[in-house]
């Protein structure tokens, strides 16, 4: 396997499990060409080290290992093997689980070791001193076949409240044979920071190791324990990606990442790299197939979007008076979200996000902010429908709305048949540039019908509406009247392949919402296009 050429100091080390302990996530299942994907992406990202997975225990990552020798030309990234001690009553030459260890080519080998005297004694079934010999002779067989090796204590911190002169002989015996780095593991994920600080410290004094962290998240203390390990002098951090893990999860890679560099200082990627934090974040949770957690500190589409008009206000003078950071800096980018909430201030910064230029006409402003707010009384929201904004506020501006075409009226038919089965048709009639169109399509529902029919009648004249595709659709039911009678939202999101955009249309109806989102998300797609405005 080719050894990384970018290496940074070896004196802090940033250790990814996303491809192992973040694979245990309920919900995500890997197969080795998203594992080679995603260990890519951690590369790309200059983590030090990525674990692979335990070579020998499953097929699935024994032909991970044999591939990314092949395939992956890491730069920045060491490929880490993970894997048990020996077992009892044998030695490490004889074990097959550490042979294949050796097998994988890895030149690093994390290994896991009981650290707390019941599960040695119960789920191991052996002593106490026999589990400190299987830590000697692994660590130290694996360290004369040239392997670099870590050490995780399972359970260490539970283990340590309940016997901490067998917690710490672990940790002594692990180090004196060899180990490198022995990590001390919140297994169950219940401590809390100052508990984390205490304990690595008092190991740290008393045995003279190099430590690690590897925290779980179960107390939401995560992020936090792993910074508190840190500041009592652990000098390597297990991490994965967006917090994936077992449960409710592991240490986020990000926040940890961003933390060190931004707030501690410390320099833990390569240079330039921390820029690409969001950007591998979202690729990597394309890769899992799960939708990225908005709200996820630093890389989250909302980690940097303010509401509130007061905010707002300040940001327009200084963004730092209400953001920690420069979102740039993790390659994130400040938003500002148009709703009931907003203010004057709020209304210029977003126009100036989308490239129209207010001229600080106090009249013009005003009136959009009266316009929000009176859209959003009757059940409209702009927050996720940047695009129905845009054409709210360019409509202002210009004294009258974007016209591509002019819709005379449409309708939608459901047929339901004797089979069980239905029939969806709708019929628009519409003028465009001069010409009036009157289009029928069938759909799989009347939504999707009036889509189709609205792309037949619109395409021969704008043929740029051919790339566009609607990529989600949500519904909302706001508050009722009487019965079945109610306010209806729906949030349209369409994509041309070089970006995506979303619209709002609120009725009394789904199918009359439905058209009005439908309506904006084609006069913002004609616009993005360049398309010129109908006379």
């Excluded at 119960?122 to 090796?149: C, P, Y």
């Excluded at 939401?220 to 910074?227: D, I, P, R």
């Amino acid at each position: 396997m080719t050894a990384p050429s970018e290496l940074l100091d070896d004196s802090f080390h940033v250790f990814d499990t996303t491809l192992r302990d973040g694979a245990q996530r309920e919900g995500i299942n890997l197969t080795v060409a998203d594992k080679l994907a995603i260990a890519r992406h951690l590369d790309d990202y200059g983590v030090g080290f990525i674990e692979g997975g335990w070579p020998g225990a499953n097929p699935r990552d024994t032909e991970f290992f044999a591939r990314a020798a092949k395939e992956i030309d890491f730069r920045h990234a060491q490929l880490v093997a993970f894997g048990s001690t020996r077992r009892a009553g044998t030695t490490a030459a004889e074990d097959p689980q550490v042979r294949a260890l050796l097998e994988s080519g890895a030149g690093v080998i994390c290994l896991v070791a009981k650290s707390h005297d019941r599960h040695v004694e119960l789920a191991l079934r052996t002593t106490l001193d026999e589990n400190l010999a299987m830590i000697r002779d692994t660590v130290s067989f694996l360290r004369h076949q040239g392997r670099r090796v870590f050490l995780d204590c399972e359970h260490f911190f539970d283990g340590y409240r309940a016997n901490p002169q067998y917690a710490k002989d672990v940790v002594r015996a692990a180090s004196e044979a060899g180990a490198d780095v022995v990590i001390l593991c919140d297994t169950n994920g219940g401590m809390l920071p100052a508990q984390i600080q205490a304990v690595v410290a008092t190991v740290l004094a008393d045995t003279g190791a190099r430590l690690g962290i590897h925290a779980q998240d179960d107390t939401g203390c995560a992020v936090a324990n792993t910074l508190a390990a840190v500041d009592a002098g652990a000098t390597h951090v297990q991490c994965t990606a967006n917090g994936y893990g077992e449960r409710v999860g592991n240490a986020n890679l990000f926040p940890v990442v961003a933390a060190l560099e931004l707030k501690y200082g410390k320099r833990v990627l390569p240079e330039g790299r921390l820029r690409e934090t969001t950007r591998i974040s979202h690729a990597i949770a394309e890769v899992v197939n799960l939708t990225p957690s908005t709200h996820q500190p630093y890389v989250g589409v909302s980690a940097f979007a303010h509401k509130a008009g007061l905010h707002a206000s300040a940001i327009k003078v200084d963004p730092d008076l209400y953001q920690h950071t420069d979102p740039a800096l993790v390659g994130n980018a400040m938003r500002m979200l148009v709703s009931d909430m907003a203010g004057r201030a709020s209304i210029e910064l977003k126009g100036k996000e989308l490239g129209i230029d207010l001229g600080g006409d106090r009249e013009l402003v005003g009136r959009v902010v009266e316009r929000v707010k009176e859209r959003e009384l009757k059940g409209y929201t702009y927050e996720a429908a940047d695009a129905s904004f845009e054409l709210l506020l360019r409509a202002e501006v210009e004294g009258a709305p974007l016209k591509y075409f002019s819709v005379e009226s449409w309708r939608a038919i459901v047929e339901d048949r004797p089979d069980g089965s239905h029939a969806n048709e709708a019929t628009v009639k519409l003028w465009a540039k001069g010409e009036r169109i009157v289009a029928t399509a069938e759909g799989n529902g009347p939504v999707n019908a009036l889509d189709r029919a609205l792309r037949v009648a619109l395409e021969r004249i704008y043929p740029q509406l051919a790339k566009l595709e609607l990529v989600d659709y949500k519904v909302r039911i706001l508050e009722g009247v009487h019965g079945t009678e109610s306010t209806t939202r729906v949030l349209i999101a369409t994509s041309d392949g070089a970006g995506e955009w979303s619209t709002v249309g609120v009725a009394e109806n789904v199918i009359a919402a439905s058209w009005q989102a439908l309506e904006d998300a084609y006069t913002y797609g004609l616009l993005r296009a360049g398309a010129v405005p109908a006379e």
